[in-house]
Every structure is written in structure tokens, then in C-alpha cells.
């Protein structure tokens, strides 16, 4: 194409066994788009995993690969160095961490490579050290436990962030959106208009359009009032708010609210609160190492005991028999 400044960039992909398919796809297919759109390869790519052997989607499909860590490690100082190393990853990330890996993302970074994370990809560059300080994104259900367990990286529940030479998002379709970042920097908005006609989106996101459905569409509900009220809720989990506090806010009467919750979500507010409270407890103990008592504490809990009786009633099980059953499966 005429006029276009011939940008070249090599992109490892690198794949966690349980990476999510769909991120890793909608990642790579607007790179191919936008070689078509452009007319030459100004993207080009291949897919690594620790041994060389083909590595297994969290949907069952085995990729294969085209290099080991010991090949990229060999490349690294000559002409095949990549450009930018992206690292695929998905399910059960949270007890994936080879030391090698680790050490090679951050040669691979010292080396002025351009390192990105797809999904729970920012997971593997936080313990490799290369997110302290660094805005980034990781999906919303894995948000919690991330958080407690990397208290130095920014983390958002946006669609991706770039931060300088780091790349990360939410996965699912943001890694599309993530992409045509990339190539809109690289090029221009033309190219990026011409893939998304190709690959049938009407747009590029933003990095800070959220995640999750809103809630008037996750949860059904209309009223104004009761979804301020869940906010409020959803912001105020570790240190939960009064429902004189919450009344305050909203400017209801606590029996108001009372019976805007009974009509709309068919429980108490106080129960509301105690689920949703719940639902944050049973992710950081699926996600994290936190000692249950610190999970209690991070939940807006008083004592292990009064949220271990809690647990046990809305899920009939306790905290440590959710963990050790986690434990059991991934070890199966």
C-alpha cells in the first residue's frame, strides 16, 4: 500500500496449558486481517510452549506449536528475536509458575521486547515481576484474587491496558480490541476500519468499557434506586456499609429499601449484601493462597468463625472443604 510506513513486528505467542481459545484467536485474526488489508506481512508470528509440544485449550483442542523455551532462548540474541512475546493463558493459572518462564519473560522484557498478557495471561507477568506499578487488566472473575495477591500492580476491571511496553487484557473478544490498538498505533485508523469490516465489528472499544453486563442487564432489575444501591454494595465489601449508611446515600428510608428489595430481589437487602460478600469470599479462595481468616477480614467479615458458619449455609460446605476440593481437581 502506498504511502504506508512498512512496520514489522514478530509476535511469540506463548501458550499456558488451559488457555482460552477464543482470546488467543480474536488476538491473532486481526493480525491477519491487517496483512491482507496492508498488502504485505507486517505481522508475523509463532507459537511457543515451555517443551515444544502441542498445549491443550481450556476447551480441549490441542494447538500445536512451533518452538520450546530453549528455542526462544537461542533466538533471543539474533536476527529471529521476536518483537513482542505474548503469553496465552486461561483456566487454573493460578498454579502455573516455572521459574523459567518467569526469567525468560523478563530477559525477554530487559531486552526492550514489548511482553503482553491475554486473559489470565497477567497473572504469569506479575510473578514474573513485570507488573509492580503497572496499570493492567485480567478478566473480572479473576480480578479479586489477583488483587489481594499482587497488591502492587494497578489492576482494573477494564477491557486491556497498555502501559508503556506491556500489554494485558480482560480476554474473550478484548484481545481483538487490544489488537486493533496495536495496529492502530502501528498504522492508522483506515487499516484498523477495514479489519473490523472484515472480521464483521462495528468498532474498536475502549480500554475502559467494562467487562460485565450492566447491572440492569445482568440482574433484570430496572428501578433506579436498587441498582445504586447494589453499586454501593459492590464498591463496599470489606468494610460493609450500614443500611442507615446506604439509606443516606440514596435518600430512602430503611424501610424503603426494605421493601424495594423484597419486591425487586425477592430477599432482604442485608441478605443481598451477605451473597454478593459471599460470591467475592468463594473467589479468593478459589484463586488465592490467602489464609481463610484473611479472606474472612477481606469480606467484610468479623471472625473466620461467623463467615465460616455463613459459607457453610448459603454453599454447604465450608471454606476449607471449597478450597480442598479446588485442590483435588486440579491435582486429578
Known amino acids: 500500500m502506498v504511502g504506508v510506513q512498512p512496520v514489522r513486528r514478530s509476535i511469540v505467542f ?58 526462544e532462548r537461542r533466538k533471543m540474541t539474533g536476527a529471529e528475536r521476536p518483537s513482542m512475546v505474548i503469553v496465552c493463558a486461561g483456566l487454573n493459572i493460578e498454579t502455573y509458575a516455572p521459574r523459567t ?29 513485570l507488573l509492580a506499578n503497572r496499570r493492567c487488566a485480567i478478566h473480572w472473575e479473576n480480578l479479586p484474587g489477583f488483587a489481594e495477591r499482587f497488591p502492587k500492580a494497578h489492576v482494573f476491571a477494564d477491557l486491556f491496558e497498555v502501559d508503556q511496553n506491556v500489554y494485558t487484557c480482560a480476554g474473550g473478544t478484548a484481545a481483538m480490541d487490544m489488537m486493533l490498538k496495536l495496529i492502530g498505533d502501528d498504522f492508522d485508523d483506515h487499516i484498523v476500519n477495514r479489519v473490523c469490516e472484515q472480521m464483521l465489528t462495528d468498532r474498536v472499544r475502549s480500554p475502559t468499557d467494562r467487562q460485565r453486563l450492566p447491572l440492569r442487564a445482568r440482574l433484570g432489575v430496572q428501578n433506579s434506586k436498587v441498582l445504586s444501591i447494589i453499586e454501593l454494595m459492590e464498591a463496599n465489601l470489606a468494610e460493609p456499609l450500614s443500611l442507615v449508611e446506604i439509606a443516606g446515600h440514596v435518600g430512602l428510608s430503611r424501610r424503603q429499601i426494605e421493601r424495594l428489595f423484597r419486591h425487586e430481589m425477592g430477599r432482604s437487602p442485608a441478605r443481598y449484601y451477605l451473597e454478593i460478600r459471599l460470591d467475592r469470599a468463594r473467589h479468593l479462595l478459589l484463586q488465592s493462597s490467602m489464609p481463610v481468616v484473611e479472606v474472612a477480614v477481606a469480606c467484610g467479615f468479623v471472625s473466620a468463625s461467623h463467615f465460616s458458619k455463613c459459607y457453610r449455609e448459603l454453599y454447604a460446605r465450608s471454606p476449607q472443604q471449597e478450597r480442598a476440593d479446588r485442590k483435588q481437581m486440579l491435582a486429578a
Not at 488489508?37 to 511457543?48: E, N, P, V
Request: aromatic fraction near 10%; proline fraction near 3%; glycine fraction near 10%.
Open 14 to 71: 506463548f501458550l499456558v496449558p488451559d488457555f482460552t481459545m477464543v482470546a488467543f484467536a480474536t488476538a491473532l485474526e486481526p493480525l491477519r486481517s491487517a496483512n491482507r488489508m496492508l498488502g504485505f506481512d507486517a505481522y508475523s508470528w509463532r507459537l511457543a510452549s515451555v517443551d515444544g509440544k502441542p498445549v491443550q485449550a481450556s476447551n480441549g483442542v490441542e494447538c500445536a506449536v512451533d518452538t520450546s523455551l530453549e528455542d
Open 101 to 129: 518462564v518467569l526469567a525468560w519473560l523478563r530477559e525477554e522484557y530487559n531486552r526492550g521486547v514489548a511482553i503482553g498478557g491475554l486473559c489470565t495471561g497477567a497473572y504469569v507477568l506479575a510473578q514474573a515481576g
